[in-house]
Nanobody, 123 residues
């Protein structure tokens, strides 16, 4: 089973930027889709962004135009560049992976799931 380790969270002011990293324990070529979910207190889990092995990306409407997901398969790593951060982006961000595709349904359980990194947007 693949292990995922996130880093890069922290405290940032509104309008600022952060970059999250997710390192996988085995070759990204064999993992399939990688992506980021977020969970804020009192809110449902949200699929923020996902990227296929070949680079096809998908974004939630709430972050489109502000967040960019990329991956470096040679480094077994996925990144989430977050710009123009808002207070409503505050959440724990989890990296996830699935051999085929990551789903947005809250009933879906990704086969691989990281422990999460806290992102707090506040002045």
């Amino acid at each position: 089973q693949v292990q995922l380790v996130e880093s890069g969270g922290g405290l940032v002011q509104p309008g600022g930027s952060l970059r999250l990293s997710c390192v996988a324990s085995r070759s990204a070529w064999s993992i399939g889709a990688m992506g980021w979910y977020r969970q804020a207190p009192g809110k449902e889990r949200e699929l923020v962004a996902s990227i296929q092995t070949i680079g096809r990306t998908k974004y939630a409407d709430s972050v489109a135009g502000r967040f960019t997901i990329t991956r470096e398969n040679a480094k077994n790593t996925a990144y989430l560049q977050m710009n123009m951060l808002k207070s409503e982006d505050t959440a724990v961000y989890h990296c996830a992976a699935d051999p085929v595709v990551l789903e947005s349904a809250t009933s879906y359980a990704p086969p691989a799931w990281g422990q999460g990194t806290q992102v707090t947007v506040s002045s």
